[in-house]
């Protein structure tokens, strides 16, 4: 009896003297706890490949006159920027008649829908010109739509007919060379451009002028088929070297004019308002030698 009394009298120290020691020396509570990471890698997910199915719109050209034979351009665009940039275009060859059938495939989105026909075989960098047959659905030339109106949706099918009508020059004036340096028998090329560089595909429209000799002051007259505030200028080619380089004279509309002299910058942004196609807009500026 005594020996059960000593050995529970011990368990009782035993867990007596644990418990202390558990008390002085508790898990401080600004101790931290490391994990080891393991490496692990996310496989991206790839993006899906978007496709749609182009909308489609077919209708008729009605024009002034026959065509036969000449080529018809038409274009989509919701944002003018040269018709080398439309957001798509076809062309093609005009039958015998006064009408002609077409069709144009392009994405989903509103868009103006413009066509010019190369009555006289140009072919001026594709941009019309007086006497071409002009159209924009939705309006008679040189009237225009107060929106982007035809509306393509996907795999859609429309019907939309043209009437055009003959393209008449509705932006002219008189470039003057400064200071006067003979130009015989040299071009002067003017530009109406949604940039001020003539190396790109931006240009609206441009003209070419054959200069005779002693000649100061030098006319052109253009037509833009599509309204707009842009830039315009000209530059003649005095070496014929069919590049424009130090030596060849340049001047941009609304810069340094009237005075003389040449200034190499353009204007800050596009100030040609040919904004009412109805109107014949007249703007003269002058030309100076590039150094």
Do not use: H
Not at 176 to 184: E, F, G, R
Not at 227 to 235: E, H, N, T, W
């Amino acid at each position: 009896m005594k020996k059960t009394q000593i050995l529970i009298y011990l368990i009782i120290l035993f867990f007596i003297i644990v418990g202390c020691s558990r008390k002085d020396n508790p898990i401080s509570p600004e101790s931290s706890i490391t994990f080891t990471p393991t490496n692990t890698s996310t496989t991206p997910i790839n993006s899906p490949t978007i496709t749609y199915t182009p909308g489609v719109i077919n209708g008729t050209l009605n024009l002034p006159a026959s065509a036969e034979g000449k080529n018809y351009y038409i274009y989509l665009f919701d944002i003018f920027t040269g018709f080398s940039n439309a957001d798509a275009s076809v062309s093609g060859v005009c039958g015998s008649g006064n009408s002609v059938s077409y069709s144009i495939a392009g994405p989903p989105g509103s868009y103006y829908l413009v066509v010019f026909i190369d009555t006289d075989n140009n072919g001026v960098l594709l941009s019309p010109n007086a006497g071409d047959y002009v159209g924009v659905y939705g309006a008679t030339w040189p009237n225009w739509p107060a929106n982007a109106n035809v509306t393509i949706s996907e795999g859609s099918v429309l019907n939309c007919d043209i009437d055009l009508v003959t393209g008449f020059n509705n932006v002219m004036g008189t470039i003057t060379l400064y200071p006067y340096v003979q130009t015989s028998n040299k071009f002067s090329y003017i530009f109406i451009d949604t940039d001020s560089d003539p190396s790109n595909s931006n240009s609206v429209v441009n003209g070419t002028v054959f200069i005779l000799g002693g000649v100061q002051d030098i006319d052109y007259s253009l037509l833009v088929l599509v309204p707009g505030i842009y830039y315009l200028y000209a530059i003649v080619d005095m070496d014929d070297s069919g590049t424009f380089n130090s030596g060849d004279q340049r001047g941009y509309y609304g810069v340094c004019s009237p005075c003389s002299g040449y200034n190499p910058s353009p204007p800050p942004s596009p100030n040609a308002y040919i904004t009412n196609l109805s109107n014949i807009n007249n703007y003269g500026f002058n030309l100076g030698i590039i150094p």
